[in-house]
């Protein structure tokens, strides 16, 4: 079913690709957020700027009473150098678009402009986010502080997928993504010289009792029936060869397939700390630095995306996913915290370089298949009967 024509899909492949050759990271997005604006404003969307820093929200009003639905779109690149040697690669030195967001970007510019061509046809309101800073997930609990979910009812977002068939698209009801947590712990132990052990407080030995001790919480206090990861990313302490220091420091990293785990690995990850620090006389100190929750589609919406990608692109090209595809975090998850909604992917390829990897680059042939997926969600929910 071709919803775009060949001149939209042309335009929205150019924007994907200046995008990509000027990436800019988290709350820097000015140059794009620019563009992204001069385009909506041609297509006559009320636009609110400036929210969360660089972020956008467009509104198209039909003028007709409805629903107010909401897509959301990431742009913001990564410290990541490309290799790719593509004739639009990064212009700039350590940064590029290692995950796809500029073909979000473009995907939502694509929808939008359909989206406008078509509201004599819709009724109520359709919201689009553009957000920043998703890769350190803080942009979308930003936007949602400043009032972008304001009136919206239901949220739609989706991320494309290395590893699958080219536009293939996929979904998953419940628990998609997994959620990310981040801890920084402090132990304080007491110094001494590294002849003398029992004179000292090693936080080195204390902290590798503490990183044996964490895998039990997985292995002996999580469900096997759900999903969890406690890993060690970070281990720091001492200064000279030939002594024991006061304080050692690490960052642990955690991964939830659901809220109740992610309620189970933080009680238990806790008291894990405290008894090894407590069964060697030291102190501890646990601070959260970075929570993103799981993220959880509703289950109506998810049928709803499902609906949508049957009737434009046919069951043969759509996957509906029992297990959860990715441990990977994802902010969207707070929208849906907020809003009934649904992330869905869409294949990069089977090919493609990863994510987050210097050669990965985001397929243009996706782009019509995820902006028709917006345009088809749109719409069935404010269709002008």
Known sequence: MA?????????????????????????????????????????????RRNVAGTGIVATLDTGRAGPVIGFRADMDALPIQEETN??????????????GHDGHTATLLLAARKLAEDHSQLNGQIKLLFQPAEEVGKGAAQMIEEGALDGVEKVFGYHNRP???????ITKAGSAMGGNTLYEVKISGKGGHASRPDL????????????????????????????????????????AGNIIPGQASMVINTRDGSPEAAEIIDRELRKVIAHVCEAHGAQCEINRTLRIPSLVNSVAETELVVETAHELFGKDNTSQMHQMPTMGAEDFAFYLE??????????????????????YNFRDEILPVAAGMFVGIARKLLINQ
């Not at 593509?86 to 995950?99: E, F, R, V």
């Not at 590893?163 to 698209?169: D, E, K, P, S």
């Open 3 to 47: 919803i775009f024509s060949a001149e939209a899909i042309e335009e929205a492949t150019s924007i994907r690709r200046q995008l990509h050759s000027f990436p800019e990271l988290k709350f820097e997005e000015f140059s794009t957020s620019d563009l992204v604006a001069e385009f909506l404003q041609r297509y006559g969307y009320a636009l």
């Open 86 to 99: 593509l004739p639009y690669a990064s212009t700039i030195d350590g940064k590029m678009h290692a995950c």
């Open 163 to 169: 590893g699958y068939a080219l536009g293939h698209v």
């Open 200 to 239: 000292a407080i090693d936080p080195i030995f204390v902290g590798a009792g503490i990183i044996q001790s964490l895998q039990s919480v997985i292995s002996r206090r999580l469900s096997p029936l759900d999903a969890g990861v406690v890993t060690v990313t970070q281990f720091n302490g001492g200064t």
């Open 338 to 359: 907020k809003r009934p909604g649904s992330f869905f992917f869409v294949g990069n390829g089977e090919d493609s370089a990863y994510l987050h990897h210097p050669l």
